[in-house]
């Protein structure tokens, strides 16, 4: 089958299919038609062997030994009996000396062209097959034997193959015209079938065909209750589809986010400027709009390195540089400094920890984890409020939860807030780019983590919680 790899790529499916079939069909029935031909050619010769061991029984009764060699007796009753026929249907009959010396031919020979002698110095039965005037015949030598076993002559039977290439010729003709009529009715049923059997693939391109940036709606029929490789592809192709459409969408959403964060402050500060610059000013409101503008300059730049890092985060792979860290141990070295920072903007700050916690991740990622989910809860918690860091082991699971009693959202916004840019409805008139929490998710699931964030509603608090598989205490070199 290698040989048909070759077969040029510019041909469809289809006419390759029909070929492969085609080829082996014409090997196959070739191979049928060589032997059929050849095992009725030798029944034939069989068949006329057979007829001449019966001329040459009916005849041996007659031949008798005169004077050293062989003769007939009785030669009208043998007339009747065998060689009376002449033509192609005759039986021809000569004796021989034992060295080939024609002594007697019966009639029939004298309207036909001299037959050479070709009987062997082997004193056993012979058989050969030759041409006699253009036509196949076949000719058998019985050895004759006296009393005492001495070889007194041979006696040749002749009979012309009459129906042999006739009929093997017929029959070449049957086959030739049977291969040539089935391989034809093959090759286009063979076609029809492959084409009907890849109709679903021509139907896919047309589809991808239609398809643009702009139109991933379009989707290819899945026939119900059939399941076969092509209902596979298409439902893999509407898959990835639908995902394409997914994330595309996602894309337009960013994009048209991230030029609204942007135009924004742009919008203000090229306001203020012009403002600024419509008449001449004191020092003092120079200065007070010049840092209204630093403002907005760095809450761009903080929405950019955002951006970038997310970015970023989304390129490296994070596997690689993950390692084990005790997420207890490294939550406590930060709680002081924590602990200083809640009180300060007066609220209560609680944690339960375990001994230890074993996860495997990048340790700047877990840091800052904890700063963005800590500084969510003391932004967005009034003073006189608390807040708790939690560490439980779980099932093969480290869970990091962090609580507060502060202003929550609503429930439906719950599967928005990790969104990047998604600032929810409580948290209006807050200083923020609403690009926290996505990174959070985006480090948290680089590690293999998830996260989730619930509300029981506005102002009655919010629980974060990121988990992480839990990883074996690793064995330290002494
Ligand atoms: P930012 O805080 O800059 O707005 P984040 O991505 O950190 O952006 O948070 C997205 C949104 O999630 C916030 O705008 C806020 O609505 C909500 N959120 C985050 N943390 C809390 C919290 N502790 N309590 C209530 N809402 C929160």
């Known amino acids: 089958m290698t040989r048909f790899r070759h077969l040029p790529n510019r041909w469809s499916i289809s006419v390759r299919l029909t070929l492969w079939y085609v080829v082996t069909l014409v090997v196959l029935l070739g191979l049928f038609a060589v032997f059929s031909y050849v095992t009725f050619h030798m029944a034939r010769h069989r068949d006329f062997d057979q007829h001449l061991i019966h001329e040459t029984r009916q005849l041996m009764p007659f031949v008798r030994e005169r004077s050293g060699v062989p003769v007939f007796v009785a030669l009208d009753t043998l ?54 005037e253009g036509k196949p015949a076949r000719t058998r030598y019985t050895p004759l034997f006296s009393e005492d076993g001495r070889l007194f002559g041979w006696l040749e039977v002749t009979g012309f193959e009459w129906s042999l290439h006739r009929e093997l010729h017929h029959l070449g003709l049957v086959l030739g015209a049977g291969i ?57 192709f509407n898959d990835l589809l ?17 030029a609204h964060e942007l135009l924004t402050p742009l919008s203000a500060l090229r306001s203020e400027l012009e403002v600024a610059l419509r008449r001449p000013r004191q020092a003092a409101y120079y200065r007070e709009v010049l840092e209204e503008a630093l403002r907005d300059v760095e809450r761009m730049t903080e929405t950019v390195r955002g951006l970038l890092h997310l970015a970023r985060l989304e390129r490296t792979d994070a596997h690689e540089r993950a390692r084990p860290i005790d997420l207890v141990e490294r939550c406590q070295s930060r709680l002081k400094d924590w602990q200083l920072r809640f009180e300060r903007a007066g609220l209560r700050f609680e944690t339960v920890l375990p001994e230890s916690a074993w996860v495997c991740v990048v340790p700047e990622y877990l840091d800052e984890v904890l700063d963005n989910l800590l500084s969510n809860a003391c932004k967005y918690t009034p003073p006189g409020g608390q807040v708790r860091l939690e560490v439980h082991r779980l099932n093969g699971q480290i869970r990091l939860r962090v609580s507060d009693s502060g202003i929550g959202f609503a429930p439906e916004e719950a599967a928005h807030l990790f969104d990047r840019f998604y600032r929810g409805r409580s948290a209006e008139g807050k200083p923020g780019s609403g690009l926290g929490l996505a990174i959070v998710r985006a480090i948290v699931e680089a590690c293999g983590g998830s996260v989730r964030a619930w509300s029981p509603g506005p102002g009655k608090g919010s629980t974060f919680e990121v988990y992480w598989p839990a990883c074996p205490v690793p064995v330290l070199a002494s």
């Open 79 to 132: 007339r009747s009996v065998a060689y009376q026929t002449d033509g192609i249907y005759g039986t021809y009959v000569r004796l021989l000396r034992p060295d080939g010396q024609v002594i007697y031919e019966s009639p029939n020979f004298a309207r036909h062209d001299p037959l050479p002698v070709r009987v062997q110095p082997v004193q056993d039965v012979q058989v050969y097959s030759h041409t006699w």
């Open 180 to 236: 040539v009529l089935s391989v034809l009715l093959a090759a286009a049923g063979g076609y029809w079938l492959a084409r009907r059997a890849l109709q679903p693939v021509a139907l896919l391109t047309a589809t991808a065909r239609q398809m643009g940036a702009d139109n991933l709606e379009a989707r290819l029929p899945v026939p119900n209750g059939v399941q076969d490789e092509l209902t596979e592809l298409a439902e893999t």
């Open 242 to 258: 639908a995902r394409l459409a997914d994330s595309l969408e996602r894309e337009r959403r960013f994009t048209d986010n991230a």
